[in-house]
């Protein structure tokens, strides 16, 4: 038999073989491990058992100390044979339990080794471990049982491989004919292949037609294929772009009543894909607040055979809301009409854009509308009122002492009483009005389409009405009091910024006048405004003129040998029409204007500097006292231009005293404390000023670092014929010298003044009695003339 190596059916032989071989092997191969995982497995189902029977009574008896018991229970399992070896591990033996079936047995003596842990059965502790080595005879037979199976199956097959093979060979001769017709095969010019076999059969004619056949088919599956890969594409870009995009399409078939939907609309919906889900259903999921409207506009839609484009919420099966924007346009062919449309998930845009209302309109603490937000609906409102002649009212409300509050409880007991509050004022309201927090515990009210101020005043009764008595906020029963202004549209103003203005001036008014009261403004209240205004304007132009602030000295007297100890500097203003100016005249606008702070700098700056030419004209002793104000304090510059000025003017430090009020000392008492160890740290001396009038704690008195206490002189005053007075002076003198402060009287004004405090043995005195504050040149006149009188 002729047979060339390359030909089809010598390769068709080898490959018969080589397979088959390959198939043999690889049959023994997984035949073998499958019949050995198998009967391992089996073997080790028998050594779970053994181990489950065994180990609960092994840990019993291991956890009472039986040992006894293990032994009986070990050597009763030994009875089987296939079971080699048992060992007990557990920190309440003293050393391993070894029990076997010869003494020549190892762990390594079989490869069926298996552990379990003991557990207390008491505790469901571990207390231990079991070692089962069984043996692995049966499973040597069976695996010995197997080869000879699997070489007699190889004999067998090898042998019809033979046959087959064989059979092959005679049966492809006609091939080798084919294969030499096809060597010759040109593709530039193809012809028929032309093979001549001695017997006519179907080779020849399906090897010529599947030749043509297959040439066809590769052409055309080559085309197509082409085709698919770019419609795929093509669809996956638009899968990805609806996906990133959160938009998918629909088609509604009114004539059919039939509904396609995109893959994304599925996700939209919450759906799994290709769920059933007919119209009805598809508009079921529109927010009940927006059905109508939506369903309106695609039915107009549908009529007219217009375009839409509509914004709602949906509600979904799995319970989330949410927002979504369809543009859609109606097709409508002979009798087929059709709505197409893209929907697009627009809820986290919209969350955004409500976070961002939020943001810009509302108060985050007490979710009411913020300022912005109160001028757009009074805007609102003033528009209204003037289209229908009526009126409305603006309240500005402030909590009284609220400050108090933050300082003493913490600022989380005020931002609860905050919105307690806010609470209680929007259920005293009208559906239409609006109340705002604009910022710390001021609050707005606006009331729309009133006829007169009484109805304003209807509202700030039951205000103050709702306020009485004690309100459980948090762990604390609190007293809540407030001042309130009421501005009235057109009459109190005819634009935002200045009703809200007039409004904040009344409620000012209120808390001067005794505070949990509310004041109407009113034209003697513009004129206080205009008066306010016109001294700030002043009192800036004297800025520029450092002529305009004066000094004025006022000395103290020590009452142990009536010598001048210092004296306190106090401001006057040069006005240029008014002449002098006393400080109650200007020094609330210029605190209210936040003027103080560069007034203040001027007056530290002369004073200073005065300090310097006293102790230069040999007034080596005297110290001069400084006022400061609640706005200086929060000045961050104060200390820096304090010690600036004393190197400036190279003065002692130690003659410089501070004066601060009792009333500012306790309003901000962590603030104060910071700024009080400052000054002292330069070595000035403080001061309270006014002791007696405010509402100082004697505990936080203590921690400040002060040297003096100024006894108010209201009390010094009536004293010589009140003796409620003179008890309280003469506690307060006690009080501060057990304290280890020094003690200075305001309001001296007469002899028996001056002997009562010497005797109650007052440290220094000042007042009319020796001399009004005077100025620069008259002060050293004093100091020259006094002790030699």
Request: proline share 2%.
């Amino acid at each position: 038999m002729n047979i060339k190596f390359s030909s089809i059916s010598f390769k068709t032989i080898i490959m018969l073989i080589l397979t088959s071989s390959i198939f043999i092997l690889l049959g023994y191969v997984i035949a073998k491990n499958i019949f050995s995982k198998n009967y391992e497995s089996i073997i080790y189902e028998k050594i779970d058992i053994v181990l489950s029977s065994i180990s609960p009574q092994i840990a019993l008896n291991l956890s009472y100390g039986f040992d006894n018991s293990i032994d009986e229970i070990s050597v009763e399992q030994l009875k089987n044979t296939n079971i080699l070896l048992i060992k007990i591990d557990s920190d309440k033996l003293l050393k391993p339990l070894i029990y076997k079936q010869h003494n020549d047995i190892t762990l390594k003596s079989s490869k069926f080794l298996s552990h379990k842990d003991l557990i207390d059965p008491s505790t469901s502790n571990i207390i231990g471990e079991l070692t089962l080595l069984y043996s692995s005879d049966s499973y040597d037979k069976q695996m010995k049982k197997f080869h000879q199976m699997a070489l007699l199956g190889g004999l067998l097959f090898s042998i019809s491989i033979l046959f087959i093979s064989y059979f092959l060979l005679n049966s492809l001769k006609p091939l080798r004919k084919l294969a030499n017709a096809m060597n010759k095969f040109d593709p530039s010019s193809p012809k028929k292949l032309n093979i001549m076999v001695n017997s006519k059969d179907e080779i020849g004619s399906i090897i010529n037609s599947a030749n043509i056949m297959i040439e066809n088919l590769i052409s055309f599956l080559e085309h197509s294929s082409s085709l698919t890969d770019e419609l795929s594409k093509q669809q996956q870009h638009l899968k990805e772009a609806q996906r990133i995009a959160s938009a998918g399409s629909w088609e509604y078939n009114i004539v059919t009543n039939e509904l396609i939907l995109s893959d994304e609309i599925y996700r939209i919906l919450g759906m799994k894909k290709n769920s059933k889900i007919d119209w009805e259903d598809f508009l079921n999921f529109i927010a009940k607040d927006d059905y109508e409207q939506t369903v309106s506009t695609i039915t107009k839609s549908i009529e007219n055979g217009s375009i839409f484009n509509i914004k709602y919420k949906m509600n979904l099966i799995n319970g989330k809301t949410i927002y979504v924007s369809t543009k859609g346009k109606v097709r409508k062919k002979h009798s087929n009409i059709r709505l197409t449309a893209v929907t697009v998930d627009v809820t986290k845009d919209t969350q955004n854009e409500q976070t961002i209302e939020k943001l810009a309109y509302y108060d985050s603490l007490t979710n009411l509308p913020n300022r912005l937000l109160f001028k757009d609906r009074t805007k609102t409102a003033m528009i209204n009122a003037k289209n229908h002649n009526s009126k409305i009212a603006i309240m500005f409300l402030d909590l009284d002492n609220f400050k108090i509050v933050n300082d003493t409880l913490g600022h989380s007991v005020g931002d609860k009483l905050l919105i307690y509050v806010s609470k209680l004022l929007e259920n005293l309201l009208r559906e239409n009005d609006t109340i705002s927090r604009v910022g710390g515990d001021e609050f707005t009210i606006l009331l729309t389409d009133i006829q007169s101020e009484e109805e304003s005043k209807v509202i700030a009764n039951k205000i103050f009405d709702a306020l009485q008595g004690e309100h459980q906020i948090g762990n604390y029963k609190l007293l809540i009091s407030t001042s309130l202004g009421i501005a009235i549209y057109p009459d109190s103003g005819k634009d935002i910024d200045t009703l809200i203005r007039n409004a904040d001036t009344a409620m000012y008014e209120a808390k001067k006048a005794n505070k949990n009261n509310y004041k109407i403004f009113n034209d003697k209240m513009h004129e206080k405004i205009n008066h306010f205004v016109m001294i700030e304007q002043d009192l800036r132009q004297s800025l520029n003129n450092e002529n305009a602030i004066e000094i004025f000295y006022q000395p103290k007297i020590k009452s142990i040998d009536n010598t001048i100890s210092g004296c306190e500097a106090l401001i006057r203003w040069r006005h240029p029409e008014k002449g002098l100016v006393y400080p109650d005249d200007f020094i609330q606008v210029a605190e209210e204007s936040g003027l103080i702070i560069p007034i203040g700098n001027i007056v530290i700056e002369k004073a200073i500097r005065d300090l310097g030419e006293f102790h230069s004209g040999g007034f080596n002793d005297l110290k001069v006292a400084i006022n400061l104000s609640a706005k200086q304090f929060t000045d961050d510059s104060l200390i820096d231009t304090i010690r600036r000025t004393i190197l400036k003017y190279n003065v002692d430090p130690s003659y410089l005293e501070f004066e601060i009020t009792e009333s500012l000392s306790m309003q901000n008492i962590s603030k104060t404390l910071e700024v009080l160890n400052h000054l002292k740290t330069i070595g000035v001396s403080i001061a309270i000023d006014d002791f007696g009038t405010g509402y100082s704690s004697l505990s936080y008195l203590k921690q400040f670092p002060v040297n003096t206490l100024k006894i108010d002189k209201s009390f010094v005053l009536d004293m010589t014929f009140d003796n409620d007075d003179k008890s309280i002076v003469n506690t307060i003198i006690n009080m501060a010298h057990t304290l280890n402060f020094t003690t200075v009287a305001e309001g001296v004004e007469t002899l028996e003044h001056a002997n009562i405090l010497t005797q109650m043995k007052c440290d220094e005195l000042q007042g009319f009695y020796y001399s009004k504050a005077v100025a620069k040149h008259e002060f050293i006149n004093f100091l020259q003339t006094y002790n030699s009188n």
